[in-house]
């Protein structure tokens, strides 16, 4: 066996051990060697420099929508999508050891978290303090060791910062969902998987009426559906856009080679950005 066959495969994140994005890594690529990056830019480019093999980003959120700045890289940058994978988030209130429910007075956590457990945070009339992330939040409860504040993360979290499980589930909405894509360099990406039955495209249009119509039309006549269709402003030209759609259906086709050439001539640019199998979900 070649030591090619048996190398250990590099995924980068952006966070923390026990942040949604490390539980998501783990689920995904379970016996990769983990570099994990204070921001998405950062761990974006050490896939695509070569320091990791793939780097797994959120790109949007059920509650909270889309992640314009992963949006903004996928669009500019070099890697491709391999697959896209649904993590559904729990949201548990975590305090230190000896801690209880009805002592708790302050609870910290990220922005969104937060914003996502408002009905239980004022049902306990809870003081609310923002933080980096759920999983720096987790660590800061650790280290203050005061049984007054806690932090809300996940059930991982709780594991491995030896925290106490105050409070399951206290989300809102028990549908919190984000889904993480996987980014691989161009070489890197396996080709024609059977299950891959759908594929990302991104495109700008001309700057005249209609030309978004046509290039919906182009779509519709080769009869390709699209699953998700957005609008993200170009950052270095005022008031026009590239759209992000996820379309139903194979993109190595003969069929999808045809649609791709008119769809070209339509618009000003055309990218696939990769392939994906819907609804792969990551169980907690």
């Keep these: 066996m070649s030591s090619e066959s048996t190398k250990t495969i590099k995924a980068s994140y952006s966070g923390i051990e026990g942040s949604f994005a490390h539980i998501a890594t783990t689920?995904?690529?379970?016996?990769?060697?983990?570099?994990?990056?204070?921001?998405?830019?950062?761990?974006?480019?050490?896939?695509?420099?070569?320091?990791?093999?793939?780097?797994?980003?959120?790109?949007?959120?059920?509650?909270?929508?889309?992640?314009?700045?992963?949006?903004?890289?996928?669009?500019?940058?070099?890697?491709?999508?391999?697959?896209?994978?649904?993590?559904?988030?729990?949201?548990?209130?975590?305090?230190?050891?000896?801690?209880?429910?009805?002592?708790?007075?302050?609870?910290?956590?990220?922005?969104?978290?937060?914003?996502?457990?408002?009905?239980?945070?004022?049902?306990?009339?809870l003081l609310k303090t923002s933080f980096e992330n759920t999983a720096r939040a987790a660590r800061e409860v650790a280290n203050l060791k005061d049984k007054s504040v806690a932090a809300i993360a996940s059930v991982d979290t709780a594991k491995l910062y030896g925290l106490k499980v105050l409070k399951k589930a206290i989300n809102d909405s028990k549908d919190n969902t984000t889904r993480f894509a996987v980014l691989k360099r161009k070489e890197d990406v396996t080709p024609d998987r059977p299950d891959h039955d759908s594929f990302i495209l991104l495109f700008t249009v001309k700057h005249e009426a209609g030309a978004l119509a046509r290039a919906i039309g182009v779509l519709a006549v080769f009869g390709y559906n699209m699953r998700v269709i957005r609008s993200r402003s170009l950052k270095k030209k005022n008031w026009q856009y590239y759209f992000y759609t996820e379309i139903e259906g194979k993109a190595d086709t003969k069929n999808a080679e045809k649609m791709l050439k008119i769809l070209k001539g339509e618009c000003k640019s055309v990218k696939v950005l990769g392939t994906y199998k819907p609804g792969c979900v990551l169980n907690q």
């Design 27 to 125: 689920k995904i690529a379970p016996d990769a060697e983990y570099l994990h990056f204070k921001n998405f830019k950062d761990a974006y480019e050490a896939t695509v420099s070569g320091k990791s093999d793939l780097t797994v980003l959120p790109i949007e959120n059920s509650m909270a929508g889309e992640v314009g700045q992963v949006m903004d890289m996928l669009f500019t940058g070099p890697l491709m999508v391999d697959g896209i994978y649904e993590l559904p988030v729990t949201h548990c209130l975590l305090g230190v050891k000896g801690s209880k429910l009805e002592g708790i007075k302050q609870v910290i956590s990220h922005p969104q978290a937060l914003e996502q457990c408002e009905k239980f945070i004022e049902a306990n009339k």
